[in-house]
């Protein structure tokens, strides 16, 4: 089964972009749904985003939905998380997720992943 490994994260300003990375290794990536979460201090890991293994459906949480595009490249084995206009409230460890799958399918929670990354963290400043 792949490893992931998140990157990207970093301290922005509120208004401001990052991009986060999610490289996989030692699996056939492009079998794989997969998903973002994020977790703030004191609370539970909750759903960003999901996509399927073709990379050509996606999902949003309606906090991000219109800020935060997930895509993927199967030839390099890599997920992306551009997020825009970040706010205070988006700040927390983010985590990719994968999971087998079949095609054209979406895994909106944390129980349907059984492969995480360690977590990269964001914060962002009013």
């Known amino acids: 089964q792949v490893q992931l490994e998140e990157s990207g994260g970093g301290r922005v300003q509120a208004g401001g972009s990052l991009r986060l990375s999610c490289a996989a290794s030692g699996g056939p990536f492009s079998n794989y749904a997969m998903g973002w979460f994020r977790q703030a201090p004191g609370k539970e890991r909750e759903f960003v985003a999901a996509?399927?293994?073709?990379?050509?459906?996606?999902y949003y949480a309606e906090s991000v939905k219109g800020r935060i595009t997930f895509s993927r490249d199967n030839v390099k084995n890599t997920a992306y998380l551009e997020m825009n206009r970040l706010k205070p409230e988006d700040t927390a460890v983010y985590y990719c997720?994968?999971?087998?799958?079949?095609?054209?399918?979406?895994?909106?929670?944390?129980?349907?992943?059984?492969?995480w990354g360690q977590g990269t963290q964001v914060t962002v400043s009013s």
């Open positions: 996509i399927t293994r073709s990379g050509g459906r996606t």
């Open positions: 997720a994968a999971e087998l799958s079949l095609p054209q399918v979406l895994f909106l929670k944390t129980v349907d992943y059984t492969i």
